[in-house]
């Protein structure tokens, strides 16, 4: 079916407010991921869902990021109390997870940007 | 923080040309794979490569491995205006953790 969708595509919002961003993954994806991407920068590691196991959150950089997957399906990214470093475009990534391969591809979605004034 | 890192930051080729990149690499990795990005938005996935291969060809890329370099390089041959984009390398390290580690990319800028 269709690939990775995000939504909103972009996002405007002022310091202190919180903020959630939403990924569709590809139909039949066990695994989600979430990245962040500052200006002119690489990826960066936010978070991994993998069926119903717990999240992988080592990438979050603070407690006031937050991530749900529910139903094993659409995940919501939250952001609380929005800081100007927040400002960055967020990547969600899905992939068909094979067990005991070392080879799956992740398949990304367009991105959200975010912009905190 | 960055696993990789990539070089040249920025290349200016002519079309036709070949346009060469390369990745650098901390840690011991499961694969590594190019990914590639216009306009600073979804990535494309290009091309996979296994810890225990040494060189892929997919087209026009051609990618090599040296893991005893921690390293690897793109080739994009005869280039065209349409390849101009950011190109990544990324890492998928040893053991269970699935999530990727980018490199900081190499903006391609093809010239008509």
């Known amino acids: 079916g269709a690939g990775v969708s995000q939504s909103p595509s972009n996002k405007v919002t002022e310091k202190g407010k919180d903020v959630e961003l939403r990924c569709d993954p590809i139909?039949?994806?066990?695994?989600l991921y979430w990245y962040r991407q500052s200006l002119g920068q690489g990826l960066e590691f936010l978070i991994y869902?993998?069926?119903?196991?717990?999240?992988?959150k080592s990438g979050l950089p603070s407690d006031r990021f937050s991530a749900e997957r529910t139903g094993g399906s659409v995940s919501t990214l939250t952001i609380q109390r929005t800081q100007q470093e927040d400002s960055a475009v967020y990547l969600c990534?899905?992939?068909?997870?094979?067990?005991?391969?070392?080879?799956?591809?992740?398949?990304f979605g367009p991105g959200t940007r975010l912009t905190v004034l | 923080s960055q696993q990789g890192e990539e070089d040249p930051q920025a290349l200016s080729i002519q079309e036709g040309e070949n346009a060469t990149m390369n990745c650098s690499y901390k840690?011991?990795?499961?694969?590594l794979q190019w990914y590639r990005q216009n306009s600073g938005r979804g990535l494309v996935h290009l091309i996979l490569?296994?810890?225990?291969?040494r060189e892929k060809h997919s087209g026009r890329l051609r990618v090599t491995l040296d893991t005893s370099k921690k390293s690897s390089s793109l080739l994009i041959t005869a280039s065209r205006a349409a390849d101009t984009a950011s190109y990544f390398c990324a890492t998928s390290s040893s053991g269970s953790a699935r999530q990727l580690t980018f490199g900081s990319g190499t903006q391609l800028t093809v010239l008509p």
């Open positions: 840690t011991s990795i499961n694969n």
């Open positions: 490569i296994r810890s225990n291969e």
């Open positions: 869902f993998q069926g119903n196991s717990a999240p992988d």
């Open positions: 139909s039949g994806h066990t695994a």
């Open positions: 990534a899905s992939s068909l997870v094979v067990f005991r391969t070392t080879s799956d591809t992740q398949y």
